[in-house]
């Protein structure tokens, strides 16, 4: 999906990472405790993410660092939207170190939780199931944003106040569900496309061959078996199945209605592209 980005925000965030680059680096260099990046962050969500210090952002859920950091409270009501973990500037932003972080939000209800620590800043979305999980959603670097770059600054966006009032990281998450490999693999492997490969096969080479024959063959010589196996597996193929089924339903007339499967957005202008942590 595309994000546009207003004028207003877009120079907000420049300005910003013109600001907050030096800073970040210079807290690197000296290895800044996680106190002092606790103030950073809470700065740059306000300078250059647009929160409102006073009224958006609270540590009220910090006991003892035992749940989070800070948290952004952005609707009305005393429960928070986002958890925020933050580690000291010079800690590498492990999934590992986002855990109890995520249990807590899945026990309050909460669907995102941040982890940073001043330079990485990672979303996830909390998953309510057996046992709890979360899932990347947006991740960038602000030491290596580049201002020029539609990209980078679109990320970010993503992340501010104005993105959470317009459902950004929602739209993002859903965006990147429909489109991964778990996802594509499902998707192969549905009847519809089952049902045109065979066709296809048929008028190339005029053989038969029935949809099951297909489905093993991909199962066996093309596919990955990772893509096919687990938790995210299963779960796009519930989703799939789903919509096959709901798209084959008989209209009132007693025909079947068409199956037109669903359009798939790019996330490439979304989400930056993860690259190895280590020191920027």
């Not at 907050?20 to 700065?43: G, K």
């Not at 925020?84 to 972080?101: D, P």
């Not at 679109?154 to 993105?163: T, W």
């Not at 489905?215 to 078996?225: A, G, P, Q």
């Amino acid at each position: 999906m595309n994000i546009k980005v207003p004028k207003r925000a877009e120079e907000r965030i420049c300005a910003g990472l013109k600001r907050f680059q030096p800073i970040l680096q210079a807290a690197l260099n000296r290895d800044a405790n996680e106190s002092d990046t606790v103030t950073l962050v809470m700065d740059i969500l306000a300078d250059v993410l647009g929160f409102d210090k006073y009224a958006d952002i609270t540590s009220e859920f910090a006991i003892r660092g035992t749940y989070c950091d800070l948290a952004l409270k952005l609707g009305d009501g005393g429960k928070p939207t986002v958890l925020i973990e933050v580690k000291a500037i010079g800690h590498k932003t492990e999934e590992r170190f986002v855990k109890q972080a995520i249990d807590y939000a899945a026990n309050q209800g909460v669907e995102w939780v941040i982890l940073t620590n001043g330079i990485r800043w990672i979303l996830y979305h909390v998953t309510f199931a057996k046992p709890i999980g979360q899932e990347e959603v947006i991740n960038f670097n602000l030491l290596e944003s580049d201002i020029k770059s539609e990209e980078d600054i679109a990320a970010i966006y993503a992340l501010s106040k104005e993105g959470w009032a317009k459902c950004l990281p929602a739209e993002v998450h859903d965006t990147n569900q429909s489109l991964n490999r778990f996802m594509l693999g499902a998707l192969i492997l549905s009847e519809p496309i089952l049902d045109a490969l065979r066709r296809e096969i048929k008028k190339l080479s005029e053989v038969k061959v029935d949809n099951e024959t297909i489905s093993d063959l991909i199962e066996t010589e093309v596919i990955k078996r990772d893509v096919l196996d687990g938790e995210k597996a299963e779960s796009c193929a519930r989703r799939v199945s789903r919509f096959v089924a709901k798209s084959r339903k008989p209209k009132s007339n007693g025909e079947a209605e068409a199956v037109v499967l669903p359009t798939i957005a790019p996330t490439s202008q979304v989400t930056p592209e993860i690259k190895p942590e280590g020191a920027p």
